[in-house]
C-alpha cells in the first residue's frame, strides 16, 4: 500500500488523536483527591484499640477475598466464627460483622468503590441480597 502525502496525513493524525484524547490527558496528574474515609462510627468510636479483622493494609487490598473465604466457610462448610491471627474471634457474616463497625456503609465502603472506579459503581450486588445498614442520609 502507498500512503499519499504522508508528511501531511501523520502529522495530521497525531494532532487528531491530540484532540480525541485530550481530556484523557488533561486531567492527568489532578485527579480528583482521594475519599476521606471515615471510621467514626459508634462501634468504632467504643473500641479502645482501633483495628479490623486484619491489619490495615491488608484489609484495604484483600478485604474482598477476605469476604470470599467468609462466604465459602459460612455457606459451603458451615463454619462461622473466624480466629484472627491474635485469637480474636469474629462471626464470618458480611452484614453482622463488618457492617456492625463500617455501619457507614455509604461513607465507607461505597464511596471508596466509587472513587476506586470499580465497574460495579459501588459493589451493590452484594446488597441484593444481604441487608444493608439503616443510615442517616
Ligand atoms: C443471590 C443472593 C446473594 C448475593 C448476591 C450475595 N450473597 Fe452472600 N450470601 C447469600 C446467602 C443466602 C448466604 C447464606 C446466609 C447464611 O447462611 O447466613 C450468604 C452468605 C454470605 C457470607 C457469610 C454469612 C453472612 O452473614 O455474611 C458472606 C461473607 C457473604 N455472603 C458475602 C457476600 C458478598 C461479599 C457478596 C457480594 C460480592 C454477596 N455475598 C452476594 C446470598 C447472597
Ligand atoms: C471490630 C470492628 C471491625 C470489624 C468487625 C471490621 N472492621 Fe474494617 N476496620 C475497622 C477499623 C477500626 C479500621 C481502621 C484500622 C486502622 O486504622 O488500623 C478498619 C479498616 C478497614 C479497611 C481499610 C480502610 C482503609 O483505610 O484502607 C477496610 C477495607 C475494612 N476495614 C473493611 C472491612 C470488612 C470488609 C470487614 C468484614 C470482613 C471489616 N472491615 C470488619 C473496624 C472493623
Ligand atoms: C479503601 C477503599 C475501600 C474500602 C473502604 C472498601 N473497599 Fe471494597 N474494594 C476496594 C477496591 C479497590 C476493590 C477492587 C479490588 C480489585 O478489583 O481487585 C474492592 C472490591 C470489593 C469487593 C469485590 C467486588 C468484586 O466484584 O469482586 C467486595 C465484595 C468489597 N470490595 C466489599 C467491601 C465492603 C463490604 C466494604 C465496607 C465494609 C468495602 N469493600 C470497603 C476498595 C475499598
Redesign the pocket.
Known amino acids: 500500500m502507498k500512503i499519499y502525502n504522508a508528511n501531511k496525513i501523520i502529522p495530521g493524525l497525531i494532532i487528531f488523536l491530540g484532540l480525541i484524547t485530550f481530556p484523557m490527558w488533561y486531567n492527568m496528574g489532578k485527579a480528583a483527591p482521594p475519599?476521606e474515609?471515615k471510621f467514626d462510627t459508634p462501634v468504632i468510636q467504643q473500641m479502645a484499640v482501633k483495628q479490623c479483622v486484619l491489619p490495615k493494609a491488608d484489609?484495604?487490598?484483600g478485604?474482598?477475598q477476605l469476604?470470599?473465604e467468609w462466604r465459602t466457610q459460612v455457606v459451603r462448610n458451615g463454619y462461622r466464627t473466624y480466629v484472627a491471627a491474635d485469637g480474636k474471634e469474629y462471626n464470618m457474616s458480611?452484614q453482622n460483622e463488618?457492617?456492625k463497625?463500617?455501619s457507614n456503609?455509604t461513607q465507607?465502603?461505597?464511596?471508596?468503590?466509587v472513587?476506586?472506579g470499580?465497574?460495579?459503581g459501588s459493589?451493590p450486588?452484594?446488597w441484593t441480597c444481604h441487608i444493608a445498614p439503616k443510615e442517616a442520609k
Open positions: 475519599p474515609i484489609m484495604r487490598t478485604h474482598m469476604l470470599n458480611l463488618c457492617i463497625c463500617h456503609k465507607f465502603c461505597d464511596q471508596c468503590h472513587y476506586a470499580l465497574q460495579l459493589v450486588y452484594c
